[in-house]
């Protein structure tokens, strides 16, 4: 049988505790970091699916793949326009930069 939410949320709340056996302070605070993260999206998800429930709506959306299509680089432009963002990540281009200088993203 598969673990339930409130079973993943009750583990994550135990890591959590675990952290003070952690010495290295960046390390520990890295992991809180995503134990909280993980925490608060249970957390959603379990909300979510209360108030589905209450209006008596589907809980999940069938869809049809598991997977988002990215387009492919042989149909991604490289000529660059003023004023076009970053392929990437959509932040402001510099026209003498042959990359990214908010992600690093090679133009």
Same mark, same amino acid.
């Given at each position: 049988m598969?673990?339930? &939410? $409130? #079973?993943?949320? /009750?583990? +994550?709340?135990?890591r959590? @505790?675990? +952290?003070q056996?952690i010495?290295d %302070?960046? *390390?520990? *605070? /890295?992991?809180?970091?995503?134990? !909280?993260?993980?925490l608060?999206?249970? +957390? $959603?998800? =379990?909300?979510a &699916?209360?108030? /589905?429930?209450? +209006?008596?709506s589907?809980k999940?959306? !069938? &869809? $049809?793949?598991?997977?988002?299509l990215?387009?492919?680089? $042989?149909?991604? =432009?490289?000529?660059r326009? #003023?004023?076009?963002?970053c %392929?990437?990540?959509?932040g402001?281009? *510099?026209? !003498?930069?042959?990359?990214c200088p =908010?992600c690093g @993203?090679?133009?």
């Amino acid at each position: 049988m598969a673990p339930t &939410v $409130d #079973e993943f949320r /009750r583990y +994550l709340q135990a890591r959590r @505790h675990e +952290l003070q056996n952690i010495v290295d %302070p960046e *390390e520990r *605070e /890295r992991i809180r970091l995503r134990i !909280d993260i993980s925490l608060q999206e249970a +957390l $959603d998800f =379990s909300a979510a &699916v209360e108030i /589905r429930e209450a +209006l008596d709506s589907k809980k999940f959306q !069938d &869809v $049809d793949s598991s997977t988002r299509l990215i387009e492919s680089a $042989d149909n991604i =432009s490289n000529t660059r326009i #003023e004023g076009d963002g970053c %392929p990437k990540c959509e932040g402001p281009l *510099e026209e !003498d930069l042959s990359f990214c200088p =908010s992600c690093g @993203h090679t133009l």
